[in-house]
T-cell receptor
């Protein structure tokens, strides 16, 4: 079945790089996503990557996709205290964009100054 | 530019009561999604619409749940005979391009 797994917690110091990892099971997933959720708020779309890409960079964010291992990572360069939040990995399963997203349980990123 | 809006933001109800939530998508977004998020979990898909047509429903959407999008704009999600297990954050998202779903702030439901 479909499943997305993430480590639950990550703690970094301000200015360091953060790397949040995710594994997924559906090899036919078309798009893979990273969302950010701050306390009491909805989800903010950070970035996404198409399954035929290996890497995508967007300012401080770098997404790496290893399709063979079904592994996705999000690297945040120069992490700031404002980056403290829960980060969710999600996939669009069954090779169908625009349908339901399957989310992981989220990784809580804590940034200390 | 306004994002996805949801109303109310918080709802406290007694077990057995009916509740209705509203979602207003981003203007011109033809797809609208409902998800449910419980504490410590990621969002779980409930249902989605393309315009006014409801195209997919999750098995999580029991008979007590109904969603509508009558004119292809705003949507409502109704829960009948609420149970304590219905306590959750109900999230709405909309999209125009198939690749991007934008979420609203959510409605937090507490069933006492």
């Amino acid at each position: 079945g479909e499943d997305v797994e993430q480590s639950l917690f990550l703690s970094v110091r301000e200015g360091d790089s953060s790397v949040i990892n995710c594994t997924y099971t559906d090899s036919s997933s078309t798009y893979l996503y990273w969302y950010k959720q701050e306390p009491g708020a909805g989800l903010q779309l950070l970035t996404y990557i198409f399954s035929n890409m290996d890497m995508k960079q967007d300012q401080r964010l770098t997404v790496l996709l290893n399709k063979k291992d079904k592994h996705l990572s999000l690297r945040i360069a120069d992490t700031q205290t404002g980056d403290s939040a829960i980060y969710f990995c999600a996939e669009s399963p069954d090779n169908q964009a625009g349908t339901a997203l399957i989310f992981g349980k989220g990784t809580t990123l804590s940034v200390s100054s | 530019d306004t994002g996805v809006s949801q109303d109310p933001r918080h709802k406290i109800t007694k077990r057995g009561q009916n509740v209705t939530f509203r979602c207003d998508p981003i203007s011109e977004h033809n797809r609208l999604y409902w998800y449910r998020q419980t504490l410590g979990q990621g969002p779980e898909f409930l249902t989605y619409f393309q315009n006014e047509a409801q195209l997919e429903k999750s098995r999580l959407l029991s008979d007590r749940f109904s969603a509508e999008r009558p004119k292809g704009s705003f949507s409502t999600l109704e829960i009948q005979r609420t149970e304590q297990g219905d306590s959750a954050m109900y999230l709405c998202a909309s999209s125009f391009r198939l690749t991007e779903q934008y979420f609203g702030p959510g409605t937090r439901l507490t069933v006492t």
